[in-house]
C-alpha cells in the first residue's frame, strides 16, 4: 500500500535553515501536504503544494516537489525556536474524491538556541 | 467560531468497556475523518465521512464503529476496549476543496 517516510529527528541551531525531507510512494497524490504538532495539540496546515508544481514558498518556508523521484521537501529559513515542533508530511490517497490522507511518521525539529 | 471541537479531552478506560468520543465540527464541512496517533507511527486513518450518512474504512479501523448522523458530528464508538487502543485520537474535518484538512485537538485514551 501507500508509504510515506520521514527522518525522525533533526536538529538546528537557532538562525540556521532547516530541511525536512519526506518521500512517498504514490505517484498520483494530487495535493501534499505538510503539518506541524507543538506538544499537546493538534495538527495545524502549514503548507500544502500541489502536484503540477515544483516549488511553492510561503514566507519562511519553502516547499519542494520532485515528482519523479517521490520526493518532498521542507525548508525553514531562519529557524526559532519557536519552531520546534514535530512535523508531519501527508499524501493525498486513493482514488475518488474523499480526501483521505497517509501520514509519515513525523520527524521531531530540535531548535537550540 | 470554534472550529473542530472534540470531547472528552482524556479518558481512562478498563479493558472491555465502551464509550464513545465526539467529533463537532461548525465550517459546514463535508468530508470528516478519525485518526489515531502512536509514537513512531504519524497518523493512522480509522473511518471516515464524505457526507451525512455516509461512512467508511479506513486503514485501521478493526474494534471501531463511527456514525454521522448530523454533518456537524462524527462520532466514533469503541465497543469494547482493549490496551492496544490506547492511543491518541483526531478528528478533522474538510471542505470539498481538499485543500486543507483542520485538526481537533485530540482525545487522550488509556486502556487499563
Known amino acids: 500500500g501507500e508509504d510515506v517516510e520521514q527522518s525522525l529527528f533533526l536538529s538546528v541551531r537557532e538562525g540556521d535553515s532547516s530541511v525536512i525531507n519526506c518521500t512517498y510512494t504514490?505517484?498520483?497524490?494530487?495535493?501534499l501536504y505538510w503539518y506541524k504538532q507543538e506538544p499537546g495539540a493538534g495538527l495545524q496546515l502549514l503548507t500544502y503544494?500541489?502536484?503540477?508544481?515544483d516549488m511553492k514558498q510561503d514566507q519562511r518556508l519553502t516547499v519542494l516537489l520532485n515528482k519523479k523521484d517521490k520526493h518532498l521537501s521542507l525548508r525553514i529559513a531562519d529557524t526559532q525556536t519557536g519552531d520546534s515542533a514535530i512535523y508531519f508530511c501527508?499524501?493525498?490517497?486513493?482514488?475518488?474524491?474523499?480526501?483521505?490522507?497517509?501520514f509519515g511518521q513525523g520527524t521531531t525539529l530540535q531548535v537550540k538556541p | 467560531n470554534a472550529g473542530v471541537t472534540q470531547t472528552p479531552k482524556f479518558r481512562v478506560l478498563k479493558t472491555g468497556q465502551s464509550m464513545t468520543l465526539l467529533c463537532a465540527q461548525d465550517?459546514?464541512?463535508?468530508?470528516m475523518y478519525w485518526y489515531r496517533q502512536d509514537p513512531g507511527m504519524g497518523l493512522r486513518l480509522i473511518h471516515y465521512?464524505?457526507?451525512?450518512?455516509?461512512?467508511a474504512k479506513g486503514e485501521v479501523p478493526d474494534g471501531y464503529n463511527v456514525s454521522r448522523l448530523k454533518k456537524q458530528n462524527f462520532l466514533l464508538g469503541l465497543e469494547s476496549a482493549a490496551p492496544s487502543q490506547t492511543s491518541v485520537y483526531f478528528c478533522?474535518?474538510?471542505?470539498?476543496?481538499?485543500?486543507?484538512?483542520?485538526f481537533g485537538p485530540g482525545t487522550r485514551l488509556l486502556v487499563l
Open positions: 504514490d505517484s498520483s497524490s494530487t495535493y
Open positions: 465521512s464524505v457526507g451525512e450518512g455516509t461512512t
Open positions: 501527508a499524501v493525498e490517497h486513493g482514488s475518488g474524491n474523499t480526501g483521505k490522507l497517509i
Open positions: 478533522a474535518s474538510s471542505g470539498t476543496d481538499q485543500e486543507t484538512q483542520y
Open positions: 503544494i500541489f502536484s503540477n508544481m
Open positions: 465550517m459546514n464541512h463535508e468530508y
